[in-house]
């Protein structure tokens, strides 16, 4: 379902972790124009990773009520218990099985 979308998430987290270890590494040299360079690429791919979590979490919220509510709704009217009626009383207790109507005996 969404299988691109958690796909291109992890890759984003993983270029966000190679950045950061660049970062530190230019942090440590002392290269302000590198620094700064991957400052604003972190920030940039930060942004990107918030709008795409923010389109997962919305995509799943919307499959999960498409998918939950109406299924949950049909089976509950599938196991609804028969409504009973004065005569059913006769076929639980086996009355008319032992009087030979035709029903099996269990």
Known sequence: MLSFEWREL???????SDLRHRYAAARRSKHAGLIDGIKTEIAKLR????Q???HIAVRLGAAA???SYPSDRAEAADHRL???????A???TGG???RG??????
Do not use: K
């Not at 028969?82 to 005569?87: D, F, K, N």
């Open 10 to 16: 992890e890759g984003l987290c993983d270029r966000l």
């Open 47 to 50: 942004r990107q990773r918030e």
């Open 52 to 54: 795409l979590v923010r």
């Open 65 to 67: 009520g498409e998918c």
């Open 82 to 88: 028969p409504e009973r009626h004065p005569s059913d």
């Open 90 to 92: 006769v076929h639980q």
């Open 96 to 98: 008319r099985a032992q």
């Open 101 to 106: 109507e035709g029903l099996p005996l269990l």
